[in-house]
């Protein structure tokens, strides 16, 4: 199996350190404009369905030519066929990592060895795909339930708000995920069994919260007069059988190759489906399939997830940055940073490289990564981007078409966005003291045309390839979760001394914590 060499081993990183020393530290994106007139166009790319502008990042060609160096010397090429080749890159759960394959056309020339899985992706495609458009035309069903949490909950949240514009009237779509019960409460207390479809989403149909919340809404359902659960409650898993166990027959299958938060394009994305429908579903995945394509064969100088994964790097290893911030400059895109945490951070915040052997002190991996859309959070937090002790990294995603005629918005939305961009690589230094803005913060602009299943199939799948970019070059597994599984145990122990009130063994913090928290305080 390809493995990636450790970056941090590579020739090419005491190089880009030197470089860092020399340039890097002191570098001023201002000047490197006025040194190059050509920079704008060396620092932005074109890839399907997203244009990027990079060029306001702290970055020279030199730079950018070393990091390109590395990725070689860490064999990042190899990582990536052997990825789509279906290879067990997933090394520590045996598993292929094929996400890539959901969204292949059903005659794409993919290898021998995942073309029995091509077939059975497309024949669950298509059967889920016909079983949408049979939802959709029952008028009876005016609500759709999610139930699902991580995966099987923000891709499909985020993309059926994203891509509200591409709707059909009639349905509206309800997302479970929290064991709080308020939250499923709250969407019950409006609905009517007869008119209510559940979708129970869990990959593993153990994870405990989903599980709580679709026993409870079964009960309701019920409780409700309901009679007919297999006309109301389809399952999205891999474990068809625990869901037959639970009583569902409507059951829409994957594979363990499927990633939780890789999983929107596969059965759990029938709730885009029902939303969009079958044509606007496939057009999402071809949007995916483009930029898989492009990832896969574009030269990595003129390759934007690798563009992007590797001045990721630059920033988390060299310059030291922990935070990365997204702003989406459409409200459809509420959820997208959300979505994009899960993904990078879930995948990427490993402390042990894929043998296992801790990385060494100082190789950072996954930053943290939040946001809000525009404007909003230039009325909130935008001061401490502009003004605040720490160099924060903030990525702009800007759309050109409205959804929509309201006069004069989206040009002052989009008039934001770029002044915000421009204020905070410019800054101002003649105002003194506190009206001083020290400027040559840096930020990445990415426009799409228009907001559409393709455009926002093509910029999610850019950042899964940015996130594997990054995660190669560390030499991580960016496959895996184990960081999730000590709170799960945990929480399992404590459930019961909460009526109990046995502390035995316990911290004392957490001991002190129960005596408040428990039926016993
Ligand atoms: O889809 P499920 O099996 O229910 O898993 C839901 C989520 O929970 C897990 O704990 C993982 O951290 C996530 O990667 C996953 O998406």
């Given at each position: 199996m390809a493995m990636t060499l450790r970056c941090d081993r590579a020739p090419a990183w005491a190089q880009l350190q030197a470089a860092f020393e020399t340039a890097g530290r002191q570098f001023d994106v201002r000047h490197a404009f006025v040194d190059d007139a050509g920079r704008f166009e060396r620092f932005s790319q074109e890839a399907p369905h997203v244009f990027a502008d990079l060029s306001k990042n702290l970055i020279d060609a030199r730079t950018e030519e070393l990091l390109l160096a590395l990725a070689r010397e860490c064999g990042l090429e190899a990582h990536r066929d052997a990825m789509f080749a279906g290879e067990h890159i997933n090394n520590t759960e045996d598993r292929a990592v094929l996400h890539t394959l959901l969204r292949a056309p059903a005659d794409a020339a993919v290898g021998k060895k995942v073309a029995g899985e091509l077939r059975d992706v497309h024949a669950t495609l298509d059967a889920m795909l016909a079983y949408a458009e049979k939802v959709r035309a029952d008028?009876?069903?005016t609500d759709v339930v999610n139930i699902g949490i991580g995966g099987s909950d923000l891709g499909p949240q985020m993309a059926v708000l994203a891509l509200a514009e591409f709707a059909a009237p009639g349905k509206r779509f309800h997302f479970v995920s929290n064991v709080d019960g308020h939250e499923l409460a709250g969407v019950l207390r409006d609905l009517a069994p007869e008119h209510t479809l559940f979708l129970i989403a869990s990959k593993t149909f153990t994870t405990a919260e989903t599980m709580a919340n679709a026993l409870s809404a079964r009960r309701w359902y019920e409780q409700s007069g309901g009679t007919d659960i297999a006309g109301h409650f389809a399952a999205l898993t891999t474990n068809v059988e625990a869901a037959r166990q639970f009583g569902i027959d409507t059951t829409f299958g994957f594979w363990d190759w499927v990633g939780g938060r890789y999983s929107?394009?596969?059965?759990?994305g029938l709730p885009i489906a029902l939303a969009i429908g079958a044509e606007g579903f496939r057009r999402l995945l071809a949007g995916a399939h483009a930029m898989d394509e492009h990832f896969r064969t574009a030269p990595l100088e003129q390759n934007l997830p690798v563009r992007l994964g590797l001045l990721d790097v630059w920033y988390r290893n060299?310059?030291?940055?922990?935070s990365r911030g997204i702003a989406p400059y459409h409200s459809a895109l509420k959820r997208l940073p959300a979505y994009l945490q899960q993904l990078e951070m879930e995948s990427n915040?490993?402390?042990?490289d894929a043998s296992g052997a801790p990385l060494p002190a100082g190789l950072g991996t996954s930053p943290v990564l939040w946001g809000e859309p525009g404007t909003n959070g230039q009325h909130a937090y935008f001061q401490m981007l502009h003004q605040g002790t720490d160099v924060i990294p903030l990525e702009f995603v800007a759309v050109r078409d409205a959804a929509h005629d309201l006069d004069g918005h989206h040009p002052k939305l989009l008039a934001n966005a770029l002044a915000q961009a421009q204020a905070l690589m410019v800054g101002k230094l003649d105002a003194g003291g506190h009206k001083n803005f020290p400027g040559n913060r840096p930020s990445t602009f990415f426009v799409f045309e228009k907001l559409t299943p393709e455009s926002l199939g093509a910029f999610l799948a850019l950042y899964e390839h940015r996130v594997f970019t990054s995660g190669a070059l560390w030499g991580i597994n960016s496959f895996d979760q184990w960081g999730v599984e000590l709170g799960k145990v945990l929480a399992k122990d404590i459930e019961p001394r909460l009526a109990s009130g046995d502390i035995m063994g316990l911290d004392a913090s957490t001991a002190g914590l129960l005596k408040r928290l428990g039926t016993q305080a």
């Open positions: 008028h009876t069903i929107l394009w596969s059965a759990i060299f310059h030291k940055f922990t915040g490993k402390q042990v």
